[in-house]
């Protein structure tokens, strides 16, 4: 008596990969959005000390090549050595700022980089508009 069944049956698992691969691609994307929420609470910090900010500079050059630090005027030639005595009220870890008139060619712009670095000031950003 046979029943017509075929006795090696073949096992067809390509709609199972297809639908795991799905999954896994919805997962892949809603994982990172998935954020955890823990109730803690944190330990009360000291009050007694309190941070000081350091003072910034700002130093301004003109597209007269006239150099301005504070209230202060410079000539380019003779910046380099002023600067050393105006750097001297300052933090050297305090950060400087230099504004420079865009018309100015960019060897003057690195010498008043160049002198500021040379003071010893290792923070010094330019800005531009």
Do not use: C, H
Request: avoid cysteine.
């Amino acid at each position: 008596m046979r029943f017509g069944w075929d006795d090696n049956p073949d096992l067809n698992i390509t709609p199972l990969v297809d639908v795991m691969l799905v999954l896994m691609a919805i997962l892949m994307i809603t994982a990172p959005t998935i954020t955890y929420q823990e109730k803690i609470t944190l330990p009360e910090g000291s009050k007694s000390a309190e941070t000081t900010r350091l003072k910034s500079l700002t130093i301004r050059m003109d597209k007269n090549k006239k150099i301005y630090v504070k209230k202060d005027t410079f000539d380019i030639a003779t910046f380099a050595d002023a600067f050393v005595n105006v750097a001297a009220d300052y933090d050297k870890a305090s950060d400087v700022y230099i504004r420079a008139d865009e018309s100015l060619p960019y060897k003057d712009v690195m010498y008043l980089l160049k002198s500021v670095k040379a003071a010893g000031f290792s923070k010094v950003s330019l800005i531009t508009l």
